[in-house]
């Protein structure tokens, strides 16, 4: 039997409590799960690439189930690679709905992948990492909007 592995990708910049809270609940439906830091150049990231990778890699440095790479370029080719079968994939809202179910239907035409969709919980649902990376820009303390342990700088790098 094929292992079931799911690739989670994101800029994850910075990787909130709800992008955690996904990888946690998903983990019982996966053999395993491969956190994808994808480079995003039309972003202004807060972290770099390698410190976003640090920080979530430090998350799960005991779980034998997760596995943390960056990526650059396609996400099915990144999938193909890892062989991973199934793209994870958070909604926190109706807005969000719209546009995974768009990009579902094109990741599944092009490489027949399939996503699955989990659900924010709703304490998380207001909480993104564009809203993280804005508070910390100015100095505010973003500690219960991230995971356990993890740090962001307050300025950027």
Do not use: W
């Amino acid at each position: 039997m094929k292992k079931m592995i799911a690739l989670f990708p994101g800029s994850f910049d910075p990787y909130t409590i709800g992008h955690y809270s996904i990888v946690e609940r998903a983990l019982p439906l996966f053999d395993k799960i491969v956190i994808a830091v994808g480079v995003n150049r039309n972003k202004q990231s807060l972290m770099s690439e390698e410190k976003r990778v640090e920080a979530i890699r430090s998350l799960y440095e005991n779980n034998e189930k997760i596995e943390v790479i960056s990526y650059d370029g396609l996400t099915v080719d990144v999938a193909k690679k890892y062989g991973a079968r199934y793209l994870l994939r958070g909604v926190r809202q109706v807005a969000d709905f719209e546009y995974e179910r768009n990009l579902a239907e094109v990741n599944r035409n092009i490489s027949g992948l399939e996503t699955i969709l989990l659900y924010t919980l709703p304490e998380y649902g207001h909480i993104s990492s564009s809203i993280v990376r804005e508070l910390a820009s100015y100095g505010k303390d973003v500690t219960d909007l991230l995971p356990p342990g993890m740090k962001i700088p307050k300025k950027q790098e």
